[in-house]
């Protein structure tokens, strides 16, 4: 029956995500901060965490009692709910690549992709928080005109006004197929039940996360560091080729033409001289070494007699300095002031850099170290150095300090929104997931780098909106005094599956990276499912049933020591509604109906001040 679908808000709702995602690259490129090859990962991380907040949203409008039919007072019910959690989850997400930015000041390209997520997650929330609720609001008013949903200036030939998105009055294909409800209904109906009474179920997810925790923390030390540059590039490249017969022609070596800088010479010292000669000499003994180096101030200073006078050893340069030949193979080598005094001057020594990150970090620290000890003040660099050399070695400490600071800054921010002792749980969780992705890197040889510092980061921001959803609920809408069972299943029965469509579209949406020519989207992509699996099993059983059990063995041994007497637990009634495989789609109408009953329930046990015996869970 036309009407029953609604194809063209679903449709103008995901497509805010992806110009989020487009228009905070286009900032990007407006401020003149350069692209890199990890910015392309933006539109996919937007996508995926803004289809989150329009499921929220959605979910918020489909929850308002059906008695309460005009638009506005719907989204004016609706959005309070919607947005506090939207707001949350943008916040902390803000808050920790802001932080990934911030402390990665050093690494160009780690600072461009964690600024565009920023403002891509920003442009995200202002298009969900105003753009989204203008669309819905359009679409209820369509279905109470009566008009199609592809074709909005046709009527339907059949129904009237009234009509509300969440009521179908009858079967069509589409509500056959739909999974939704049953989703829903296997968390009101199972999944809550199973977490607040079955102590098996408790005792399995516990462990699980434990296990996993566990585990990861084993293996952990285990993680290398750097990557090799043939993971940036498509395995069909040509590129790739070349690089396989360098590596095969030259023993997995390439030429390294390092710089020597010699600041302010002092050539008329006796002592200055022998250094000179001692280091270049080192130098051509080197077993990595290609050719000799090549120094013109080596060979000056081989000219100047060991008691020369300053006079003599002025004639000698000028004199070397005189040849048309000098001149234009070493005029580039020299830096002199206005009145023809040297103030710096560079040598060239050729060697075999080693291809791997190791190799060539270890072999840069002997180059530098070298010269740094020479006495001479002297500096060997090369362009690989700040870019490979120095990222091998900082990565590691980089990843963790940045995870750290982000973690602390997360804790800050979910204070101002949740309950303190809920966002030391979240936070918490968050780390055990990053430790947990960790873990899977060390068991698959998946290095420190760049792609693993970038999805680090992206843990957090993706996680804490998962837990964060979980953990508000457990405060929201249930007495003060209520255990975690009781807390952790009306969690699941308010926010279950908005929390699972949220991870699952995450999974899809960075799911078709893993197909990838390029080994590091593939890395990219296999960490993402890693954190987006894992985040979604903390929050929705892990963490649950850990709180559970706590509370159970808590009231236990209060009751076994005799210093808590026996009481009665407040109970939350579970949904009604059966969902078997052949319900249609007055399923959605019973389990809105309960929603609501509970609801006026609640207001007027609060209105009537029933005191209720019950455990402070502390």
């Known amino acids: 029956m036309p ?53 929220l949203l959605v979910s918020a409008v489909n929850s308002v009692p059906l008695d309460i039919t005009e638009p506005s007072d719907v989204l004016a019910i609706a959005m309070p709910r919607a947005g506090t ?127 996993m925790l566990v585990g990861s923390v084993v293996v952990y030390p285990q993680i290398g560091k750097g990557m090799p540059d043939s993971y940036f590039l498509p ?44 280091l270049f000499g080192e130098l051509a003994n080197r077993s990595d070494a290609i050719l000799p180096p090549v120094c013109w101030v080596k060979d000056v200073v081989d000219m100047i007699p060991a008691q020369a006078e300053k006079t003599t050893v002025a004639t000698i340069l000028g004199h070397f300095w005189s040849s048309s030949a000098v001149e234009q193979n070493y005029g580039w080598d020299r830096v002199t002031n206005s009145d023809g005094d040297l103030l710096a001057a560079r040598c060239h020594f050729f060697a075999w850099q080693p291809m791997d990150a190791e190799g060539r970090s270890l ?15 002297a500096v060997a660099f090369h362009e690989s150095f700040p870019i490979h050399v120095a990222r091998y070695r900082k990565i590691k400490d980089a990843v963790l300090q940045t995870v750290a600071w982000a973690l602390l800054s997360v804790l800050v921010s979910l204070a101002l929104f949740i309950p303190f002792r809920h966002a030391v749980i979240a936070v918490v969780m968050v780390a055990g997931v990053v430790l947990v992705m960790l873990g899977y890197m060390s068991l698959t040889e998946i290095t420190y780098n760049a792609v693993t510092y970038s999805t ?67 890395i990219f992509a296999a960490n993402t499912l890693v954190i987006t699996t894992v985040g979604g099993f903390f929050a929705l059983w892990g963490l649950p049933s850990s709180l559970a059990l706590w509370s159970r063995g808590k009231r236990a041994v209060l009751r076994a020591v ?57």
């Open 3 to 55: 009407g029953e679908t609604q194809i063209m808000c679903m449709a103008s709702g995901i497509v805010i995500p992806g110009l989020a995602s487009f228009a905070g690259i286009g900032l990007m490129g407006y401020l003149g901060l350069p692209m890199n090859i990890l910015c392309g990962l933006a539109p996919f991380l937007g996508i995926a965490v803004g289809v989150d907040q329009l499921f």
């Open 85 to 211: 959690a939207a707001s949350c989850s943008t916040t902390t997400a803000v808050i920790a690549f802001a932080v990934g930015a911030s402390t990665s000041l050093a690494m160009n390209g780690f600072f461009v992709f964690c600024l565009a997520l920023v403002f891509v997650l920003i442009l995200n929330f202002v298009g969900m928080m105003t753009a989204v609720p203008a669309v819905l609001m359009l679409n209820e008013r369509r279905i109470e005109a009566g008009r199609r949903d592809l074709i909005p200036c046709l009527k339907r030939k059949a129904g009237g006004n009234g009509i509300s998105t969440t009521v179908i009055t009858k079967q069509s294909v589409i509500s056959k197929l739909a999974v939704g409800p049953r989703i829903k209904g296997f968390f009101a109906n199972h999944a809550a039940p199973a977490l607040q009474n079955n102590l098996a179920c408790q005792l399995v997810g516990a462990i699980l996360m434990v296990g």
């Open 235 to 278: 395995d069909v490249s040509v590129t790739q080729d070349y690089l396989k017969d360098v590596e095969v022609a030259l023993d997995a070596n390439a030429p390294l033409p390092l710089s020597i800088l010699l600041p302010r010479p002092q050539l008329h010292s006796e002592i200055y001289r022998k250094r000179v000669q001692a």
């Open 363 to 377: 072999q840069a620290d002997e180059l530098m170290n070298h010269a740094a000890g020479a006495g001479l003040e």
């Open 456 to 522: 680090s980061v992206m843990a957090i921001g993706f996680c804490v909106e998962y837990l964060v959803h979980v953990l508000h609920f457990t405060n929201h809408g249930v007495p003060a005094c209520s255990t975690w069972e009781l807390r952790v299943a009306h969690a699941l029965d308010q926010v279950g599956y908005d929390v699972l469509l949220g991870c699952s579209t995450a999974f899809i949406g960075v799911f078709c990276l893993s197909f990838h020519t390029a080994m590091c989207f593939r």
């Open 562 to 618: 005799g210093t808590q007497p026996e009481v009665d637990i407040v109970e939350t009634p579970a949904y009604s509604a059966e969902m078997g495989a052949g319900e249609t789609a007055e399923v959605d109408t019973q389990m809105q109906n309960t929603e609501v009953g509970r609801a006026q329930a609640r207001t007027k046990d609060e209105s009537e001040e029933v005191t209720a015996t019950c455990v402070v869970d502390a």
